[in-house]
């Protein structure tokens, strides 16, 4: 604006700005009074709708519109090329594939939503609204394939983590060929709810399926399982489904869980799309196992993809294609983020802080994750100190825990590894043990921050022959081009027979492998990742708290064997064990961390009444002396007819591995105990067990099953004893009064397991 230098300069502006300022009124008043309250409004509207994606913006019209333009360009192009290369005889040739190419391109064009043609309700939409209507529609689909409302279920019962290995594999397989992690989900059964079974949710599902116990679901299944038999009707109809069963064919009650399983599966609507495969442990398991997941995998992706018209899922192209070699296992992702911690940041993690010492449960509920530290109270070696095996008697004092059992009762324990196995380990890796880590999720019972010595001493399985998906890992931490090719062939189709006899017989342990393979240096953290869980190990309680107050027993033999490579194998639990009974011995303090393990059958009548016929040799025998010590505590306090009680136990030598003899000897002499039958297996020639020992009193015994009603308890080894003791009681009844036939006998067996007549605590 130029300097004003008069008066008249003044008034000229006046008068200019007055009708620069009446033409603004005039038009500016209606546009602030009517216009801009709806115009601001729609574009703040649009502004919101643009930055959700809920309609395009300018320059995104302005894209599509070209895209049209190219895709009738497209279109005209494919007409042209299929009229120009079709063959009049229609004979299918090359050209004609490419003609085929073409003319799929001109179908997709004209499948393809057209932005201004929806119909609804008969009336065309037209323009924005079209628009807007196809681009929810497409981030709809978008949602849906990033999060499809039908899933793949890959559940596993497992005990020991077997099905639960292989279940990961099948898992990663199927994840890796439908290229979508979302698809597939991993679950122990019990993190299933069994109502979301149904056709719009999980239309399929491969499940791996072990026993325990005799014939017993394991414990992340019994709750699903026991919901799963009270169902009825065709609960899972539209289900399709495929199980591999793990079993032993030692055990009389072979594949009970997963035929169950499958079986109720079935009656309820669910259809078997794939060979159930049985793989038994007596023939290895390997090669059912691998013949399983190469094919389920297979089937269940082909239902899935034609279920949900989904196209894809290229098994074959993965399993080590890149290195060569056919079948390997796939190689899992990581799952959990490690964040290392600064020695400060880790100084205040020490040993022993993997879980509180001191926690103490009001209600007495401990588990592997929260376990009661029993202190040892004493201990007592039943064998000579230079005998070839070892059994110990160990006391445990529960005051003040509110832990509370009845004889029958197991107990988990939470071992720990070889402290020199674990050195051993740590420098060979050259790793610092005291380097603190915390992880990104929960990874088995690690509880965070935590050292690698301790995780690697508490919580990971580091003697059981490794897995095919860890070698996986292993190999690919190979330096040498040599050893990881080594590896990898081991694992693969074509080794077969080297994996049976390297690893199965072999036994090796990881610091085995580390020395075969001494290129082979994985991370810490996929070690931690990628080694099984040290799985708590299970012991009978041989006490009865209302005798021994405050106190649990039990008694263990020190696991040691040779394997066919001459490799001499320590039990972890039973090892570290002993090692702390030395220590009490020296008058060290020991606490142990320990959390109870109910039996649900396993338990001593509540009458006194009918008889009672206990069989258990070796350290089976230890439920027995908790039931016979409860029977006398009863006995004391009732006025009722006692059934007779015999206990058939067996050891070698009378003199060396005699468990619990003054127990069961003064019992008996009290008349507490009527009968006490042992077998001294190696005091003669000829080798004496518990079913000879039945035998001598065959008579007597089917009399007390068939026509007093008396209860059969037998615990210990389901290899040999439980069968050949089942055998014998089969035998017992056809030569009784009774003389049933063989298949009566059998029949009345189960209906006297299933009555809780006939209950069995065995192990392998
Ligand atoms: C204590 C114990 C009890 C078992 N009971 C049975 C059984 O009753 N029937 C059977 O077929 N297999 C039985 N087995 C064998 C397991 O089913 C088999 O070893 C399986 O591979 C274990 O799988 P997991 O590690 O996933 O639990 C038993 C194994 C153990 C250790």
């Given amino acids: ?278 793989a038994d442990e007596v023939d290895g398991l390997e090669e059912t196992v691998d013949k399983w997941t190469e094919g389920a995998v297979k089937a269940v992706l082909k239902e899935y993809n034609a279920l949900t018209n989904r196209s894809g899922g290229n098994v074959e192209a993965k399993g080590g294609k890149d290195s060569g070699f056919l079948g390997l296992p796939a190689l899992l992702p990581r799952r959990v983020q490690f964040t290392w911690l600064s020695a400060k940041e880790g100084e205040g993690v020490k040993k022993g802080l993997r879980f509180s010492r001191d926690h103490v449960d009001g209600r007495g509920s401990y588990g592997p994750l929260a376990p009661y530290f029993a202190k040892v109270k004493s201990v007592k070696r039943v064998t000579p100190a230079d005998y070839e095996k070892q059994i110990i008697h160990m006391e445990l004092c529960l005051e003040g825990s509110n832990i509370s059992y009845k004889p029958g009762d197991a107990f988990g324990v939470l071992p720990e590894n070889s402290a020199d196995l674990v050195g051993k380990i740590l420098s060979y890796l050259g790793e610092d043990g005291s380097k603190c880590f915390t992880t990104s999720e929960q990874l088995n019972s690690i509880q965070t921050p935590c050292s690698i010595k301790d995780a690697l001493s508490l919580h990971c399985d580091l003697t059981s022959p490794p897995k095919k998906t860890l070698l996986r890992m292993l190999a690919e931490s190979c330096g040498e081009e040599k050893e990881k090719a080594s590896l990898l062939e081991m694992i693969s189709t074509a080794g077969k027979e080297r994996y049976r006899k390297e690893i199965l017989e072999g036994q090796p342990n990881l610091l085995d492998i580390f020395q075969a393979y001494p290129s082979c240096k994985p991370h810490a953290e996929d070690l931690i990742e990628f080694l099984p869980a040290l799985a708590p190990r299970e012991y009978s309680v041989s006490s009865a708290s209302q005798v021994h107050t405050g106190e649990m027993h039990f008694a263990f033999s020190v696991v040691e064997y040779e394997t066919v490579k001459g490799r001499v194998r320590h039990g972890v639990a039973t090892t570290w064990l002993s090692k702390l009974a030395e220590e009490v011995e020296q008058g060290k303090t020991v606490r142990i961390p320990i959390f109870m393990r109910p039996s ?55 003199t060396k591995d005699f468990l619990y003899e003054e127990d069961f000897t003064e019992l008996h002499e009290k008349s507490l105990l009527n009968h006490y039958e042992i077998a001294f297996s190696r005091e003669q020639a000829e080798k004496v067990y518990v079913q000879h020992k039945m035998q001598d009193h065959q008579e007597k015994l089917g009399k007390l099953i068939l026509e007093k009603e008396a209860y059969v308890f037998v615990c210990g080894d389901g290899l040999h004893m439980a069968k050949d003791v089942h055998k014998k009681l089969e035998d017992i009844l056809c030569t009784s009064d009774a003389a049933m036939t063989p298949s009566s006998a059998k029949s009345y067996l189960q209906d006297m397991q299933k009555g809780g007549r006939y209950v069995r605590d065995i192990w392998s």
Wanted: aromatic share 8%; proline share 6%.
């Fill in 1 to 278: 604006m130029a300097p004003l230098s008069s008066v008249d300069d003044f008034v000229d502006l006046v008068k200019r700005n007055t009708l620069a300022s009446v033409l603004c009124a005039l038009v500016g008043f209606p546009l602030a009074c009517f216009v801009l309250p709806i115009a601001a409004p729609l574009a703040l509207v649009y502004y919101v709708l643009v930055q959700q994606n809920m309609v395009p913006s300018p320059l995104a019209l302005q894209r599509q519109s070209a895209a049209k333009a190219a895709e009738t360009k497209v279109e005209e192009e494919g007409k042209k090329a299929g009229s120009d290369t079709t063959p009049a005889s229609g004979v299918k040739t090359e050209s004609e594939g490419k003609a085929k190419a073409g003319a799929s391109v001109v179908g997709k064009v004209a499948q393809r939503p057209q932005v201004e043609s929806s119909v609804e309700g008969g009336r065309p939409l037209t323009g924005g609204v079209a628009l807007l209507r196809r681009m929810r529609e497409q981030k709809a689909a978008q949602a849906k394939r990033d999060n499809p409302d039908k899933k793949i279920l890959v559940a596993y019962a497992s005990q020991t983590g077997t099905a639960h290995e292989i279940a990961k594999v099948v898992h990663a397989q199927i994840a890796e060929s439908c290229g979508s992690a979302k698809i597939p989900v991993l679950a122990a059964f019990n993190d299933v709810d069994i109502d979301t079974l149904r056709a719009d949710k999980f239309p399929l599902v491969a499940f791996v399926a072990a026993s325990t116990g005799d014939g017993d679901p394991p414990d992340n299944t019994a709750s699903f399982y026991a919901k799963m038999l009270r169902k009825s009707d065709d609960e899972f109809k539209g289900v399709k489904y495929t199980c591999l069963g793990l079993g032993d064919s030692n055990y009389t009650r072979f594949m009970a869980v997963p035929r169950n399983m499958r079986k109720k599966f079935q009656s309820l609507g669910a259809e078997n799309i794939y060979w159930d495969a049985e």
């Fill in 600 to 654: 649900k059958e396993f338990q001593h009548p509540e009458s006194i009444s009918k008889p009672i016929i206990m069989i258990g040799p070796g350290t089976g025998v230890s439920p027995f002396r908790g039931f016979s010590h409860y029977r006398s505590f009863l006995q004391s306090r009732s006025k009722q007819d006692v059934g007779e009680s015999w206990l058939f136990y067996g050891c070698r030598d009378r």
